[in-house]
């Protein structure tokens, strides 16, 4: 008999009799169970209760699992296992989760393997579905310590190490988000006698499609350990025991719910894994859109220790304020996912040949050195052979040809780094899957024109995400550079107000960029020339803060900072929500957060109306041209105009040269778009009024920071609720109204003079 059943002779009673009373046993040969399920990543969840089962003592379990390939467990013993874990103070079971991605074949097999005079046994075997993006193919990860590494699509297979509610209480998984994920508190892991403080709210968790309702519930993020008074003393540390010689991908869940903390750049702290910095300027308040918006960011690092060749080792989490930021000093987390990452589908024994600085491992980089290929590796190390590398090659080989001069080279090492890194966090599409979701890009997908090309709307991953595919076309005056620069800048760039970038395909001569498709289009589409209904003006002011926060975030990026080079109200998308997402950075500069102090010198490229004259006339773009262009949106936003139009009174034709005038005269009130006749509380708009008229100053060093910008528009907009709670009083209010009340409301409905 290969398996057979039995019942454990003792339950603990902290163990629920299901699944564990019974058991499946297995001796001598393999034993498979298979599973239908549809494509797509699932949980595998094996549940182990160590006991005595007819007769068979719980060490005499040892045994490996796989599953559709991956080897998961080699030699498990459950029993040494719980031993450990009852060390740690917790549980007498062990629940072994994994996360693998069903391909075509649509069958999970997980099959048990006793070793030599051994048996082996299972409790429960759980299998649920997890939405396409949760932890596959998701937000693209940051890699510490160094630009590359594994990326988590469905070739890669994880197990989940731990799973914690920070300060909060174990969550179980009845009150998961329908995944039955269990979280557990964080108290065990806790670094020494600085436990910091534990802040708590109850206010609804607001989720977004970044942050989707299912990403961790609200027990989660309802709840954080922060650093209290002491927090310039010490470290806020846990301590995570891992397997060394993997790589592994750490989820970390921040949401602010403090409410002092209610401003960007009000904490701003230091995260560091296994003593490297992870994120110098952690903010995660200027990652959502405020308080009580939840958030996670992933990081991938490589678990090594090749001096003690210890199999077990401490992986460090730690927390300190940043000391640059004086206004608060705290750090806080809120939850906190550490997974174990498949290595050549081994995720169960250790894998000492891979060095970390050799992604990919040795044994699958391809040795053939084409001539092409060794120029590469005198110029960037270990690489990754992929098309677009290819592509590349060709490019420089063409330009040293063009150019005649080998010293060309060297100019051009920088975007192989580069591109290098940016193939391993995007996603690589081929040509036949875009194919396939457009229609062989049929022009009913077509969504939209701009410079570079066709855009298409088209449905992927089972129809549970919508995308739209930027195609270049060979006729666009765009190219290359654009293509490699939009790369560049989005697979370094996340934040909730820029567009994100899915992946790209470069396949067969073609230059494809698949970003998040956003159902509400264009800013400029919603102000003039269409039929489309009216935007409010707290709905214009939100749009506006949240761009001001995307240039915010782009200008202030530590190593990665950018200017965006062609701020305009075509290149503002809204999503479903109306959330403001910056897009079209193929003219965006990089460069480090010191060289935005300085200017970058290039030729001037830009849409006409927006250009800083400042940047026309020295061919410096700096920051401070970003917020000139930005000042022409608010304009736009505004008086709901084009930038020019040609044909009205010379004086009128340029939208920014007639609101100057106006606003000197101070009779704005006068130009703005008609249909907010009556919405704009007069204090709002003088605010509003005197922001763009700062962005618009002749002299770049006379406009504020962008930083200052959001601020300012964010009390434009608190004016505006103050005058609306006004007005809802005055209208809620019986009996007579008063002289004053009068006029109030008279000032309100028909404008006023500025
Ligand atoms: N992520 C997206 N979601 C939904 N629609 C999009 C998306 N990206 C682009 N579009 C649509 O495609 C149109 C063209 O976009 P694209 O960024 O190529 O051009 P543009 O910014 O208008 O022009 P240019 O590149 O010349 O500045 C947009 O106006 C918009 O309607």
């Not at 603990?12 to 169970?33: G, L, M």
């Not at 909060?168 to 508190?185: F, L, Q």
């Not at 308080?291 to 992933?298: A, E, K, L």
């Not at 396949?507 to 498709?517: A, K, N, R, S, T």
Request: glycine content about 6%; charged content about 20%; some cysteine.
């Amino acid at each position: 008999m290969v398996s057979f059943s039995s019942i454990s002779d003792y339950l603990e009673p902290s163990v629920p009799v299901t699944p564990y009373v019974t058991a499946r046993i297995f001796n001598s040969s393999s034993f498979t169970y298979t599973f239908p399920v549809s494509k797509g990543p699932k949980f595998l969840r094996l549940h182990f209760y160590p006991a005595t089962y007819s007769n068979l003592k719980p060490h005499q379990f040892l045994f490996s699992v796989s599953s559709n390939d991956y080897n998961l467990l080699t030699n498990f013993s459950a029993f040494l296992t719980v031993s450990y874990i009852k060390m740690m103070g917790t549980d007498a079971r062990v629940v072994k989760e994994f996360l693998i991605y069903v391909k075509d074949t649509q069958t999970l097999n997980v099959t048990f393997t006793p070793s030599p005079n051994s048996y082996a046994f299972i409790n429960g075997i759980e299998v649920v579905s997890m939405p396409e993006n949760m932890y596959f193919n998701s937000k693209i990860p940051k890699y510490v310590n160094r630009d590359r590494g594994p990326i988590i699509d469905n070739d890669i297979a994880l197990e989940n190490m731990y799973r914690l509610n920070m300060g909060g209480r174990y969550v179980s998984s009845n009150e998961d988000t329908g995944m039955y994920r269990s979280w557990d508190a964080d108290y065990n892991y806790i670094l020494g006698a600085e436990m910091g403080v534990v802040p708590a709210c109850n206010n609804p968790i607001l989720y977004t499609t970044q942050t989707p309702n299912y990403t961790a519930p609200e027990l989660v993020y309802h709840t954080q350990r922060s650093m209290g008074k002491l927090a310039d003393k010490y470290n806020l540390t846990w301590i995570l025991p891992v397997d060394s010689g993997f790589y592994y991908m750490l989820r970390l869940h921040f949401c602010n719910i403090i409410p002092q903390y209610s401003k960007s750049g009000a904490v701003v702290f230091t995260i560091f894994i296994n003593n490297q910095i992870a994120e110098k300027e952690a903010d995660p308040f200027n990652w959502t859109q405020g308080s009580g918006y939840p958030v996670f960011q992933d990081y991938i690092m490589f678990v090594h220790d090749s001096v003690e060749k210890r199999v077990k080792q401490d992986l460090w989490i730690e927390m300190h304020p940043n000391p640059h930021y004086e206004k608060y000093s705290d750090a806080y987390l809120n939850g906190v996912e550490v997974f174990k990452l498949s290595m050549d589908k081994n995720l169960a024994s250790r894998n000492p040949e891979v060095d970390p600085v050799d992604w990919p491992p040795t044994g699958k980089r391809k040795n053939k050195k084409t001539p092409y290929a060794m120029i590469i590796g005198g110029i960037g190390g270990a690489f990754v052979w992929s098309s677009i590398i290819g592509l590349i090659v060709f490019w420089i080989r063409r330009r040293v040809k063009h150019d005649g001069a080998a010293n060309h080279i060297s100019s051009y090492d920088l975007a192989y780094r580069e591109l290098e890194s940016i193939i391993d966090r995007c996603r690589h599409f081929s040509v036949t899957e875009l194919k396939a979701v457009t229609c062989e890009f049929n022009d009913k997908f077509v969504i939209g024109t701009g410079g570079f090309g066709k855009v298409y709307k088209g449905c992927m991953d089972n129809a549970t995400t919508t995308v739209a595919i930027k195609r270049l076309d060979s006729t666009s005056k765009q190219g290359f550079q654009e293509f490699h620069t939009e790369l560049k800048i989005l697979s370094k760039l996340q934040h909730i107000n820029l567009v994100s970038l899915i992946g790209y395909c470069d396949d067969e001569g073609e230059m494809i960029l698949v970003y998040d498709y956003m159902a509400n289009g264009t800013l400029r589409e919603h102000l003039y020339n269409t039929n489309k209904p009216h935007l409010s003006w707290k709905r214009r002011l939100n749009i506006c803060i949240g761009v001001a926060k995307g240039l915010h975030y782009l200008h202030s990026g530590g190593k990665c900072a950018a200017i965006h080079g062609d701020v305009k109200s075509a290149n503002i998308l809204l999503d479903e929500n109306w959330v403001a997402k910056l897009s079209d950075f193929g003219l965006s500069k990089l460069c480090s957060e010191d060289q935005l102090e300085i200017h970058v010198n290039t030729m001037v490229k830009g849409s006409l109306g927006y250009v800083d004259p400042e940047y026309c006339l020295t061919q410096q773009i700096t920051k401070k041209s970003d917020v000139y262009s930005f000042g022409v949106v608010l304009l736009e936003v505004l008086c709901a105009r084009p930038v020019i139009v040609v044909g009205l009174r010379d004086e009128q034709v340029s939208l920014v040269e007639w609101c100057k005038t106006c606003y000197k005269k101070g009779n704005l009130v006068e130009i703005i778009d008609p249909k907010l006749n009556g919405e704009i509380a007069p204090r709002c708009l003088r605010k509003f009024g005197e922001v763009a008229s700062k962005c618009l100053h002749e002299e770049g060093s006379e406009r504020p920071a962008i930083e200052e910008v959001v601020w300012r528009l964010e009390f434009a907009l608190q004016l505006q609720e103050d005058a609306d709670k006004m007005q809802e009083d005055i209208e809620k209010m019986d009996g007579p109204e008063t002289e004053t009340e009068k006029n109030q409301e008279h000032s309100f409905i028909n404008g006023i003079n500025l």
